[in-house]
Structures are given as C-alpha cells and as structure tokens.
C-alpha cells in the first residue's frame, strides 16, 4: 500500500517561512504527480499546488491564495514533495495534506487523488 508521511508543520509568525515535506514510499515515485491540499478548521479542503508526475512542470492549476509565496518541488531520488511556503499569513493556518496519483498532471481536484498522508498542522501566529 502507497504511503505518505508529512512533516515540517509547526508555529510561525506572520511573515515567516516553513517548508513541508511529504516523504512517499511503496510507489514508483517519478510516475506519480503529486499536490498538496489544506484544510483550514470549519472549511472544505482545498487545493494549494500540483507537480506533474514527470516532474517537468507545476501545475497550472494554482490557488490564487498561494500564488508567488509557495512553491512545490520534488525530488525524486529521495521519494519526496516539498512545499516552500513564504511570507506566510494568519489565513494559511490549516492542515496540510499531500496526495499522490499515478500519471497525475496536476489536478486540482482532489477526487482524482487516491493517495493521501495523515497531514501536518501548520499555524500563523498574527
């Protein structure tokens, strides 16, 4: 069975930096796009970025919230998907999950995403 195992979460003020790792395993990693989603608390989950499963491109699919403070990257030696998350503000506070999808091309639609980790709390502090 695929899996998914985030890390990097925390506490941060406005104006800071984290990043997010999701580490996968029991999957041929380069063939999967992945994305990463957040849920905040009281609302849907959403979607934040995508990378395609040849690594090639980012998705072009991104949540304007997000444009130009977070990146997505993978490295596919270490079987991992990062998300460098800048300039952070108090409305990014939310869980943080990362999804995996054989031959995924950057989705946003979590529907299309069949694997998915625990998540990781990221909160900031205004």
């Known amino acids: 069975q695929v899996r998914l195992v985030e890390s990097g979460g925390g506490l941060v003020q406005a104006g800071g930096s984290l990043r997010l790792s999701c580490q996968a395993s029991r999957l041929t990693f380069r063939n999967y796009g992945m994305a990463w989603f957040r849920q905040a608390p009281g609302k849907e989950r959403e979607f934040v970025r995508a990378i395609k499963w040849s690594g090639s491109g980012t998705s072009t699919h991104d949540a304007d919230s997000v444009k130009d403070r977070f990146t997505i990257s993978r490295d596919n030696t270490k079987n991992t998907v990062y998300l460098q998350m800048d300039s952070l503000k108090p409305e990014d506070t939310a869980v943080y999950y990362c999804?995996?999808?054989?031959w995924g091309s950057g989705s946003p639609d979590e529907a299309d995403y069949g694997y998915w980790g625990q998540g990781t709390q990221v909160t900031v502090s205004s």
């Open positions: 999804a995996a999808r054989l």
